[in-house]
T-cell receptor
Framework: GQQLNQSPQSMFIQEGEDVSMNCTSSSIFNTWLWYKQEPGEGPVLLIALYKAGELTSNGRLTAQFGITRKDSFLNISASIPSDVGIYFCAGPSGTYKYIFGTGTRLKVLA | NAGVTQTPKFQVLKTGQSMTLQCAQDMNHNSMYWYRQDPGMGLRLIYYSASEGTTDKGEVPNGYNVSRLNKREFSLRLESAAPSQTSVYFC?????????????FGSGTRLTVV
């Protein structure tokens, strides 16, 4: 079945550093989604990507839809303490469903 | 605008007890979903309802049942809870017309089975 592999699994970074994470799929996607989950809350959609090569920003966050359509990347610039959380990638699995990656846990040291 | 509301937020059950997790959305979305989240496992789909009147199994349906009570409400039932069902459960919804958009999630139910 479909699998989404995210890396790294966790990151400890200093405030002000840039962050990069990625997600790879065993199959081709036509949509990539990136979510953030803060402690004790449900995931919240950050960025949606709809075509290969697309680069989309949301404030300090930038995500890219890989050319092969089997990968996506999320970058956070100049990290701040409130960036802490788990970042999930997701892609469509059939008409009505999404499959999620295992998440990248980000911790920011002030 | 509340979005997706889940109740209860926390629950402790003894092995063998039953309970129903409630979920309601006020966004007039057609599709609703139940996921569980376990450490290192990401979010795994338990059941979903593409539209009112339909339900389908997801990746990990064993030990669960669901009811799409109406367009707003989608409940998840554990008939005989087991320690392996200790998890955080998330309900989500999505509008079919917005097929390229993602889910809206509730804030979760943290369930412990002892």
């Amino acid at each position: 079945g479909q699998q989404l592999n995210q890396s790294p699994q966790s990151m400890f970074i200093q405030e002000g550093e840039d962050v990069s994470m990625n997600c790879t799929s065993s199959s081709i996607f036509n949509t990539w989604l990136w979510y953030k989950q803060e402690p004790g809350e449900g995931p919240v959609l950050l960025i949606a990507l709809y075509k290969a090569g697309e680069l989309t920003s949301n404030g300090r966050l930038t995500a890219q839809f890989g050319i092969t359509r089997k990968d996506s990347f999320l970058n956070i610039s100049a990290s701040i303490p409130s960036d802490v959380g788990i970042y999930f990638c997701a892609g469509p699995s059939g008409t009505y469903k999404y499959i999620f990656g295992t998440g990248t846990r980000l911790k920011v040291l002030a | 605008n509340a979005g997706v509301t889940q109740t209860p937020k926390f629950q402790v059950l003894k092995t063998g007890q039953s309970m129903t997790l409630q979920c309601a959305q006020d966004m007039n979305h057609n599709s609703m979903y139940w996921y569980r989240q376990d450490p290192g496992m990401g979010l795994r789909l338990i059941y979903y309802s593409a539209s009112e009147g339909t339900t389908d199994k997801g990746e990990v349906p064993n030990g669960y049942n669901v009811s799409r009570l109406n367009k707003r409400e989608f409940s998840l039932r554990l008939e005989s809870a087991a320690p392996s069902q200790t998890s955080v459960y998330f309900c989500a919804s999505r509008d079919r017309k917005g097929a390229i958009y993602g889910y809206t999630f509730g804030s979760g139910t943290r369930l412990t089975v002892v």
